[in-house]
């Protein structure tokens, strides 16, 4: 954003390490010249460390509950949420508390969610103390079992407070079928806003029924819920959903995908991404996140927080951590292999063989090589793509493409090679909302709506066209289009759908569009 884009450096999307060994970071910011970083560390005592730049930690200070606390003792210490409410500091944190000298975990017990303040930016926290009790609101809950009004109403692990226009809202997860996302606003705790999980929704296999670490963020009006999916030791990722208000932060909107899990060419876990937390400082967006390492290849070992920039598109949506889409006109009887160009002038080739990829047009690079020993590369490191194309078992004309570091598309024009189809991406709308297709034709001016109808779009937020309007059963060369036209509608008024257009060059194999 701004000036600063300009300028960047040749790292400026690099993913870099702040705190080995660290997980689930918290990050509270006092001004842009002063952070602090918190996380789980061993399970006792939370750490602390203090920043001026985002780049450099040092250690602060350790906060251990059982010290603090004369009458009780706490394990399991997990997953803290560091803010500032009223001039007062808060630390939340997931725990199980025993009466002082008792074994800690404890049976009949489960995690659940205490708080602790700070009068100063000492950050010198007192005794924890529960939240809500001895109310029907959700609330600090010891035992195992539900409340009477609800399992939403136990607050268990990975809080997430957040300030407001509209007040003071403490995000949080709870437990049933797996692990489910609520909130409320702590000036109207009666009422709780049910986000995601298992609970509430059919979740994809990938998720492992776990939905989790939620993190809110508000940006140019649009708000936007962070959180995890699938096991921290297993196929951990972060995805979120986009919203004009925090209660409508549910699956009924779409749910995106912000890392994927890497495996190596044989399928084994070698990296994961998850529990982030976004900062901002002088208008760059920052995503901080723990990173799983599975060493041997499938075998969980370590987590430990990194940084890495966030970039956002045009509708809102922001780039993936680690997903490139990269399309190239089509060479008829031809086959691709794709090489990475590093910014250090290595080159990696193939890093997807032709084996892989054959004679598609289209692949996704997913932070790994599966066809260079599975290495994994940040996009941040990538300098530029090559595309090798070959009708024969000899290789030798490539296309080369420059790459920000940051972007999830990238589209390479072969020489002679024509356009076989166009992904058409698009805003969402209303929650509800659904979509259709126009397209304008080069030839005669004329616009041909719908091209694809409500029936099949329905309310997907993207399309593959080949060059056939399926609605009116008509043919329409890709090359002979000028505008991509999407218009939305809710509860079938078309009467008073609203429609966003992007010129077409003929050519391109990717359309971003967005609906004002």
């Known amino acids: 954003m701004g000036a600063s884009c300009a300028t ?18 918290d990050v509270y910011k006092e001004n842009d010249d002063l952070f602090f970083l918190t996380g789980t560390g061993d399970a006792r005592t939370l750490p602390i460390y203090e920043t001026h730049d985002l780049s450099s930690f040092r250690f602060k200070r350790g906060y251990d509950p059982s010290a603090a606390d004369p009458t009780y003792d706490y394990c399991m210490i997990w997953a803290p949420d560091l803010g500032k409410n009223n001039g007062v500091y808060f630390l939340y944190f997931s725990a199980q508390r025993v009466p002082n000298g008792s074994a800690c975990p404890a049976s009949g017990q489960d995690v659940t969610t205490f708080v602790a303040s700070a009068p100063d930016l000492n950050l010198n926290f007192g ?42 809202w403490l995000f949080y997860v709870w437990f049933d079928r797996g692990n489910n996302i609520s909130s ?14 298992p609970a509430l929704y059919t979740l994809p296999a990938q998720d492992e029924t776990i939905n989790e670490a939620p993190e809110l963020l508000k940006r140019n009006g649009l708000y936007y819920l962070l959180f995890s999916t699938g ?50 400082r002088r208008g760059e967006f920052f995503n901080i996140f723990h990173q799983g390492a599975f060493q041997p290849a499938g075998t969980f070992t370590s987590r430990s927080t990194y940084k890495q920039r966030i970039a956002f598109k045009p509708d809102g949506s922001m780039h993936s951590l680690n997903q490139v889409h990269l399309r190239w006109t089509r060479l008829a009887g031809y086959n691709y292999s794709l090489d990475l160009v590093l910014r250090d002038g290595t080159v990696i080739g193939p890093c997807i063989y032709a084996g892989i990829i054959g004679s598609a047009n289209k692949t996704v690079f997913d932070g790994v090589c599966p066809s260079a020993s599975s290495r994994m590369v940040n996009k941040g490191d990538i300098a530029a793509f090559r595309i090798f194309y070959s009708n024969s078992s ?10 920000d570091g940051v972007s999830d598309d990238v589209f390479l024009e072969l020489p002679g090679g024509t356009t076989p189809f ?8 209303e929650t509800g909302a659904q979509y259709s297709i126009d397209v304008q034709r080069r030839d005669t001016g004329a616009w041909i709506g719908p091209c694809i109808g409500v029936n099949p779009v329905n309310r997907s937020l993207s399309w593959t066209y080949s060059g056939r309007c ?4 008509i043919n329409v060369a890709i090359s002979n289009i000028s505008n991509f036209r999407i218009c939305s509608a809710v509860g079938g008024d078309w009467a008073h759908a609203r429609c966003g257009a992007t010129a077409y060059d003929g050519k391109s194999m990717h359309v971003p569009i967005v609906i004002p």
């Open 8 to 25: 960047r450096g040749s790292n400026f999307y690099a993913r870099s390490l702040l705190v080995p060994g660290l997980a689930d970071p």
């Open 127 to 168: 005794a924890p103390q529960p939240i809500n009790p001895n109310t029907t609101y959700p609330r600090t809950t010891i035992g195992s079992a539900c409340t009477p009004q609800g399992c939403n109403r136990n607050i268990r692990i990975d809080s997430a407070t957040f300030n407001d226009t509209s007040g003071r």
């Open 184 to 197: 409320f606003n702590t000036a109207a705790p009666a009422t709780v806003y049910n986000h995601t999980g």
């Open 231 to 280: 096991w921290y030791n297993s196929q951990y990722a972060m995805k979120y959903i986009m919203a004009d208000s925090l209660p409508a932060l549910t699956r009924a909107r779409a749910v995106r995908s912000l890392s994927q899990p890497m495996r190596n060419d044989s399928g084994a876990l070698i990296q994961t991404h998850g529990h982030n937390v976004v900062v901002d």
């Open 394 to 403: 000899t290789w030798g004309p490539f296309v080369e493409k420059a790459y």
């Open 422 to 429: 166009v992904d058409l991406s698009w805003s969402e709308e």
């Open 470 to 473: 399926d609605t009116p059963g």
